[in-house]
């Protein structure tokens, strides 16, 4: 499949898995992702917006604003809780996925997860920052800032990672998505609450979340310590540098990082971390393109183009792509356990095609 046919088929599957009110489902033909991710759907957003889809960006980013606008009330809680030292059970925290429709998810699931909220007012702003709309910030206000008490709130609080795995840890890369967020915005409105906020958050990961000269995946905190508690790292680390540049591209502790990544991650593509056994531990097509974006980046173009004709040569023949391919895997049994629970892998992936659509973006 050529390039400019897979981008015509990712628009489509996209534009096609769009709930009529706004949400991206995340994967159509694999039932445990038939819901909207924050985190996910931010980022199939904002490829949209780099194809000039951004009536499909503007759509996804109002279905948000709908599904937290009768959150306050539940955030106020949240905070009181807080402000008195009271205990939260994770249950209460908003959700990390919705319905398409925009209702709660009650199954059982990693709801705690702060990486979709971060993400998505960084998204928006990106978004507004493409259209010119700033109209739509003040549209959507109630939501922004709902959104921004629960994160200014919450930050530094253990969640799920990116994942759905860790949840009584801390993760740089959810970490990131937050400062990316609060400092977006800031930027944009002018917002010295916001900007002083996300400057705390940088502090905090430069200050705790660093081991042997590079990133660390988790980090908890021992007797009143931030100390790190998965040392090695996790592909979502790239998020540091690129969108939401906690850090440059260049800057030596990411170097370090990526280094660390390239050796036990990578192979034709990029698998998400070491100890990884879900589907096997297969290389993911997102965090091939995000590693592909990052070297873009860096500079070192022809190792994103090899990036993206990997990511091409995993198309099937109706140009979708899945979440990951087992060509490499850190543990072959459990990818049969898998199939045997929920079947293949998910395909198509709607994250999968919108990394695709930035990283050959950011290459043309």
């Known amino acids: 499949m050529q390039r400019e046919q897979l981008i015509n088929h990712s628009i489509s599957i996209i534009t096609c898995n769009q709930h009529p009110r706004g949400g991206y489902i995340a994967s159509p033909l694999f039932p445990p992702y038939a819901y909207s991710w924050l985190r996910d759907g931010t980022f199939i957003a904002n490829a949209m917006d780099r194809v000039g889809e951004t009536d499909s960006s503007a759509l996804f980013h109002r279905w948000v604003a709908g599904v937290l606008k009768n959150k306050r009330s539940c955030v106020d809680t949240l905070i009181h809780k807080h402000e008195n030292k009271e205990w939260i059970d994770r249950s209460e925290f908003l959700g990390t996925r919705y319905h398409l429709d925009g209702r709660d998810d009650v199954s059982e699931w990693g709801h705690f997860q702060l990486d979709g909220y971060g993400a998505w007012l960084w998204g928006l702003t990106e978004h507004v920052k493409t259209t010119g709309n700033k109209g739509l910030l003040e549209e959507l206000r109630e939501s922004i800032e709902i959104t ?11 969640n799920f990672d990116c994942w759905e795995e860790f949840p009584d840890y801390v993760h740089p890369a959810t970490l990131a998505c937050v400062y990316g967020g609060l400092k977006a915005l800031g930027e944009l409105e002018e917002r010295s609450d916001l900007l002083d906020k996300a400057s705390m958050v940088k502090d905090f990961i430069l200050s705790h979340c660093i081991y042997e ?95 993206l ?21 850190r543990e072959s049994s459990a990818y049969s356990e898998w199939l045997s629970k929920w079947g293949e892998p998910a395909l198509p992936l709607l994250w999968s095609h919108a990394m695709f659509l930035v990283l050959s973006d950011s290459l043309a």
């Open 309 to 329: 004709e990997w990511i091409i040569s995993k198309a099937d023949h109706l140009g979708r792509l899945p979440e990951q391919v087992p060509d490499q895997l």
């Open 148 to 158: 921004v008490d629960y994160l200014m709130t919450f930050w530094h609080y253990p």
């Open 213 to 307: 000269g590079r990133f660390v995946k988790s980090v908890h905190c021992l007797d009143e310590i931030w100390k790190p508690a998965l040392t090695g790292v996790d592909a979502s680390l790239l998020w540091l540098a690129v969108p939401f540049a906690v850090c440059e591209v260049d800057d030596p502790i990411m170097r370090n990082t990526v280094e660390v990544i390239e050796s036990e991650l990578k192979h034709g593509g990029i698998q998400r971390y070491v100890e990884d056994r879900y589907y096997g531990g297969g290389e993911w097509l997102l965090l091939t393109a995000w590693y592909g974006w990052y070297q873009k980046e860096l500079g070192n173009r022809e190792e994103a183009q090899r990036c």
